[in-house]
């Protein structure tokens, strides 16, 4: 099962690693970070509804469970994903990609301090190697830059949150697509309010840009979502988040 589970995180995070040239492409439509990021959960629904039936999955969640949804919906992939493509319009994808892969050595601090995770020396090793790797890609800039090094940042923090409460919470108990459901509905609706509250809706003009839209759903929100939440479950959030690290590579 392990072997499974790093698998389909090594698949999820190489998925996550190509689709940033694809929003270049929409963004060039006039589509703002916010809103590919709403379509992207909101066209993923019906999809992943479909593979919830075609699997047999159970849909009842508790309230505890329900809570942890919202709040790591929110947090770990409304306000994470808007970061992040964010910063893709003032630093180049390829460093805040990788900026954003701070994340693994948050999950760690968080699980250590938080919830007294045993950190072992391999584990170790390899957080040092990765941050020594990152750190390699900080350059000093403008300020445009240094905006775009902190969402890029943040969003790794973020992230990191939303990792350690799938697994923490219980929610890596549901089936993966049925989360990864539950998380589109979240993240769609979180970012309505927000596009609508903000006005900052860009609707595209063309049928084109829905379409490319539709298959940077399906690649991220359907595909690479529901394949992490199998790494999540099998391997647990510090050893998924090592192996995400092919995502910048």
């Known amino acids: 099962m392990r072997a499974k589970g790093a698998f389909f995180t090594i698949v999820s995070a190489v998925l996550f690693g190509v689709t940033p040239a694809?929003?270049?492409?929409?963004?060039?439509?006039?589509?703002?970070?916010?809103?590919?990021?709403?379509?992207r959960n909101l066209f993923a629904i019906i999809p992943l509804f479909f593979l919830c039936r075609v699997q047999h999955c159970r849909f009842q969640i508790t309230l505890r469970q329900g809570i942890h949804l919202i709040l790591a919906?929110?947090?770990?992939?409304?306000?994470?994903?808007?970061m992040l493509y964010t910063s893709y319009n003032y630093i180049p994808i390829a460093t805040a990609t990788t900026l954003h892969f701070f994340y693994p050595i948050f999950i760690t601090l968080?699980?250590?301090?938080?919830?007294?995770?045993?950190?072992?020396?391999?584990?170790?090793?390899?957080?040092?190697?990765?941050?020594?790797?990152?750190?390699?890609?900080?350059?000093?800039?403008?300020g445009d830059n240094m905006i775009g090094f902190s969402l890029a940042l943040s969003s790794g923090f973020t992230f990191a949150y939303y990792m350690v409460a799938v697994?923490?919470?219980?929610?890596?108990?549901?089936?993966?697509?049925v989360i990864t459901f539950y998380f589109s509905i979240v993240v769609s609706l979180s970012l309505l309010l927000y596009n609508w509250g903000t006005d900052q809706f860009t609707l595209p003009a063309e049928f084109l840009t829905y379409l490319k839209m539709a298959l940077f759903a399906l690649f991220t929100s359907v595909m690479a979502m529901g394949l992490l939440q199998i790494g999540i479950?099998?391997?647990g959030a510090g050893d998924a988040a090592i192996l995400c690290m092919f995502e910048p590579l």
């Open 233 to 235: 479950r099998t391997l």
């Open 73 to 82: 919906g929110i947090i770990g992939q409304s306000i994470t994903a808007v």
């Open 110 to 142: 968080i699980c250590v301090i938080f919830f007294h995770d045993h950190l072992t020396m391999i584990k170790l090793i390899a957080l040092i190697s990765a941050t020594c790797g990152v750190a390699c890609f900080v350059e000093g800039g403008s």
């Open 167 to 177: 697994e923490k919470s219980g929610l890596n108990q549901l089936h993966p697509f």
């Open 22 to 39: 694809f929003a270049k492409l929409i963004y060039a439509d006039g589509i703002n970070s916010s809103t590919l990021v709403f379509f």
